[in-house]
């Protein structure tokens, strides 16, 4: 067992076993309470939660310091294997911040229209949302790795259907 401590909470334990939840942690997905740029990787080191990062000039969100003044809401509604989804509800422009690691194959979409999605905190993903209610869709685009994948699998077949017939051929009782 650990120490009691304002930034761990122990959710689970039995014997030999515990389980803890970091209090500190930031969220999986978040819209951010502001934007910053960033040069270099050290700037991080001091980054709040909350923040965007963005590695390139873009333009500023205005959000009010005080977040009680914001009615946003996010919500996740799909998360699967290369694709997620999440349904917003906004009276101002946004910026959603996803802890999951930027690709430049992730592509997002805003009510089914292409938006770009920008590197964000060093190395997730961050999409501008306008004011409205909406539907997010983030999903990976592996167009590029099927030539690949065709290949492997012709390849494995070719593979599995020559070990076969050498196995018969020459394993087959009969033969000798």
């Known amino acids: 067992a650990l120490p009691a401590s304002k930034n761990i909470k122990l959710l689970s334990s ?3 076993f515990y389980l803890y939840q970091n209090l500190n942690a930031w969220p999986y997905y978040y819209l951010a309470d502001r934007i910053e740029t960033i040069n270099d990787m050290k700037e ?47 009276d101002n422009e ?14 997002a979409q805003v009510d089914d229209n292409p938006v770009e999605v920008l590197k964000t905190n060093g190395v997730f993903k961050g999409v501008f949302v306008p004011a409205g ?3 997010i869709r983030l999903y990976f685009d592996n167009k590029s ?32």
């Open 44 to 90: 991080l080191y001091k980054a709040e939660k909350g923040v965007a990062y963005l590695w390139k000039d873009s333009e500023k969100l205005n959000f009010s310091d005080n977040k009680t003044e914001r009615k946003s809401l996010i919500k996740l509604s799909n998360f699967d294997f290369g694709e997620i989804e999440f349904r917003s509800s906004s």
């Open 94 to 107: 946004e910026f959603l911040v996803v802890l999951d690691a930027w690709h430049p194959y992730w592509r």
């Open 133 to 135: 209610k909406h539907v």
């Open 145 to 176: 790795y099927r030539p690949g994948i065709w290949i492997s699998l012709f390849s494995w077949v070719l593979f599995l259907g020559a070990w076969a017939r050498l196995s018969l051929k020459y394993f087959n009782p009969s033969h000798n």
């Open 14 to 16: 039995g014997l030999q």
